[in-house]
C-alpha cells in the first residue's frame, strides 16, 4: 500500500497518496478542476510541490 500524508486545502485537511502532484491531490480529494488549469504532468513544476 503507497504512504499516504496530509495536505490542506482551503482549510481542511486530506489524506492522499505521496506520489501524488499537487493539482492530482486536490482531485483525489474531490476537487474538480477546470480544464487549462496547469499542465498536470509535472513538467513545468508549478505543481510539483
Known amino acids: ?11 481542511k485537511k486530506y489524506e492522499v497518496p505521496q506520489s501524488l502532484t499537487i493539482m ?8 474538480q478542476l477546470v480544464r487549462g488549469c496547469g499542465c ?6 508549478a505543481c510539483a510541490t
Do not use: L
Not at 1 to 11: A, D, I, R
Not at 24 to 31: D, F, I, L, R
Open 1 to 11: 500500500m503507497e504512504k499516504m500524508v496530509n495536505v490542506y486545502f482551503f482549510g
Open 24 to 31: 492530482k491531490a486536490m482531485e483525489y480529494a474531490g476537487y
Open 40 to 45: 498536470r504532468n509535472g513538467f513545468c513544476g
